[in-house]
């Protein structure tokens, strides 16, 4: 059964500080794994994707890492501002009919000043 | 370029009423998505059409849950008789449908059953 697997369900950092989140995921044979940011009351917006081959990818102060060995990504937020507040959550593709996503439950985040 | 419209934003129903939610993808995306997400959870995929046709409606609860798309473009999921575990978030998401390609999520429908 595939499945995605978030740590920590959630923390609180303080403003500036860096964070790093954890994937954990067995969807099989993978496509891709992207991380979402979702803003309370909004939609989820992509934040990095990454593929079999790339093992690290930049979105400003977002790092993602992937190891398709081990099957795990992190993601890793630098200097953290207020606006970080919100949940993240790992989602990795399938190859197979209908590209099927599989999402983690997701962390929340929480900067406080 | 406008995203994924999604009304209404607020629904607030008491358990076996009905309840309606609307979706417009982004214009040539094929492939739209809605999903179930339970506070605290990711989401949860209940149908995903390609263009009109349904591609995967595995999760879906078919003795109340229904889904169309009609022409092609805009959707609507229909909720009858609702239950107070329905309360969640509703996304709508598109995509142009290829391979690996990003989904778009609307800002949901917050359902509350009381």
């Known amino acids: 059964k595939n499945q995605v697997e978030q740590s920590p369900q959630s923390l609180i950092i303080l403003e500036g500080k860096n964070c790093t989140l954890q994937?954990?995921?067995?969807?099989?044979?993978?496509?891709?794994l992207r991380w979402y940011k979702q803003d309370t009351g909004r939609g989820p917006v992509s934040l990095t994707i990454m593929t079999f081959s790339e093992n690290t990818k930049s979105n400003g102060r977002y790092t993602a890492t992937l190891d398709a060995d081990t099957k795990q990504s992190s993601l890793h937020i630098t200097a953290s501002q207020l606006s970080d507040s919100a949940s993240y959550i790992c989602v990795v593709s399938a190859q197979a009919a209908g590209n099927k996503l599989t999402f983690g439950g997701g962390t929340r985040v929480l900067v406080k000043p | 370029e406008a995203g994924v419209a999604q009304s209404p934003r607020y629904k607030i129903i008491e358990k076996r009423q009905s309840v309606a939610f609307w979706c417009n993808p982004i214009?040539?995306?094929?492939?739209l998505y809605w999903y179930q997400q339970i506070l605290g959870q990711g989401p949860k995929l209940l149908i995903q059409f390609q263009n009109n046709g349904v591609v995967d409606d595995s999760q879906l609860p078919k003795d109340r849950f229904s889904a169309e798309r009609l022409k092609g473009v805009d959707s609507t999921l229909k909720i009858q008789p609702a239950k107070l575990e329905d309360s969640a978030v509703y996304l709508c998401?598109?995509?142009?449908?290829?391979?690996?390609?990003?989904?778009?999520f609307g800002p949901g429908t917050r359902l509350t059953v009381l």
């Open positions: 998401a598109s995509s142009l449908g290829v391979p690996g390609d990003e989904q778009f």
């Open positions: 994937c954990n995921y067995t969807v099989s044979p993978f496509s891709n």
């Open positions: 214009s040539g995306h094929a492939t």
